[in-house]
Each structure stands twice: as structure tokens, then as C-alpha cells.
């Protein structure tokens, strides 16, 4: 079966919306700057775009170094992407154990504060966390950042065409929100898709 990458995508920062690219560096918890950020609750609790559907209308951008950040209203936001340190609090996502960040500080929280009529803070990935132990495979890290399960989301192009054509209103791929998206001729809907090796660039 002749299998072909029709799409690469990256989420800045979790449950906000996504960036597609060209190509990507793979790091030990998958794609680089791949939810490197998260909004969260004082408590640290993650605030997820399952809950609040306006956090897709965030943009976040990486340009040159630097997190441009856009929503409906809003001013732009900037937050350096490369910064070293910061206050460091815990975060959780659903029930997984949970990870450590470092907060993006005072600007960055009014903004997102603002924008969804809570008190929350933006945090940056600091340690990555392990996913659960039953899905371990021994070649690869085993580690992801603010991402739910896995390094990388993977989805297919007939699996969407399949589900579309049982729904009044066709959705787009991103409603998924993947990393990866494969297509090929051969290839079934809903039919299982393993990557056997990663290449250091896609």
C-alpha cells in the first residue's frame, strides 16, 4: 500500500488553534512547540476546548522567536517563545498525573483572563511527563508535553470522507485536531495506519 503525508499540523498552544507546516523537527515528545503552552485555572487545572469553544478562535503564531497570540476583540498579544524560567506550577490535564510548567507571567494572564471572563494563567511546558504505562513501546520516549495521550495525533483523509458522508453538515479535519494526516489510494476508512520509523524531519 502506497501511503503519502497530505497534511502536518502543530497546536502552539492546547485546545487553541492550529498551525499547519511544511515540515517539523521531531523531538522526544513529538513535533516541536506541538502544545508547548496551556491555559489554565489558579488550581492548574487546563482549561480544554471541549469546555470553552472559544478557545479556537485563539491564534497563536510562531514567528521568529516570538508567540504571537490573536482572538476576536483582542490586541495582540506577544510572549517570547525561548524564555528560561518563570514561576513554575503544576498542571493537570483530565486525570493524568500531572506535568509541571512555567508561567508566562502577568501580561500574558490578564490577556487570556480577558479574553474568557476567568481567572486563569498561561503556562509553558517545563518537564515532559510520561504517557500510561500500558502504551509504552520500547523504542520509542514514552513522553509528551501538554498533549492528551500520545506524541503525535495521526488521522486519515478517507476515515473523514467516511464520516462526512453520514452527517447533514460535512466537518473540516481540524475539528480533530491531528498532527499528521495521511491519504492514499489503497488506503480504507477507519483502517489502522502504524509508523514504523520517524524520520528527524517530515
Aim: hydrophobic content about 40%; aromatic content about 8%.
Amino acid at each position: 500500500m502506497t501511503l503519502g503525508v497530505k497534511e502536518l499540523w502543530i497546536y502552539p498552544i492546547k485546545s487553541c488553534a492550529g498551525t499547519r507546516i511544511e515540515r517539523g523537527e521531531i523531538t522526544n515528545t513529538g513535533f516541536a512547540n506541538d502544545r508547548k503552552w496551556a491555559v489554565v485555572h489558579e488550581s492548574g487545572t487546563a482549561i480544554l476546548q471541549a469546555h470553552v469553544p472559544q478557545m479556537a478562535l485563539v491564534v497563536p503564531e510562531l514567528i521568529h522567536g516570538r508567540l504571537s497570540i490573536s482572538a476576536p476583540g483582542m490586541e495582540v498579544l506577544t510572549v517570547d517563545a525561548n524564555a528560561i524560567g518563570g514561576e513554575e506550577r503544576s498542571v493537570s490535564i483530565y486525570t493524568y498525573a500531572p506535568s509541571q510548567g512555567f508561567d508566562e507571567g502577568r501580561e500574558a494572564a490578564e490577556w487570556f483572563s480577558e479574553y474568557l471572563k476567568a481567572r486563569v494563567r498561561l503556562v509553558r511546558v517545563d518537564e515532559a511527563r510520561s504517557i500510561k504505562e500500558r502504551y509504552h513501546r520500547s523504542d520509542t520516549s514514552n513522553q509528551i508535553g501538554f498533549a492528551d495521550r500520545f506524541s503525535f495525533h495521526i488521522t486519515t483523509a478517507p476515515s473523514l470522507r467516511a464520516l462526512n458522508e453520514q452527517l447533514d453538515a460535512p466537518v473540516p479535519m481540524n475539528r480533530f485536531r491531528p498532527n499528521i494526516v495521511i491519504d492514499g489510494k489503497e488506503l480504507q476508512a477507519y483502517e489502522p495506519v502504524f509508523c514504523l520509523a520517524a524520520p528527524t524531519e517530515v
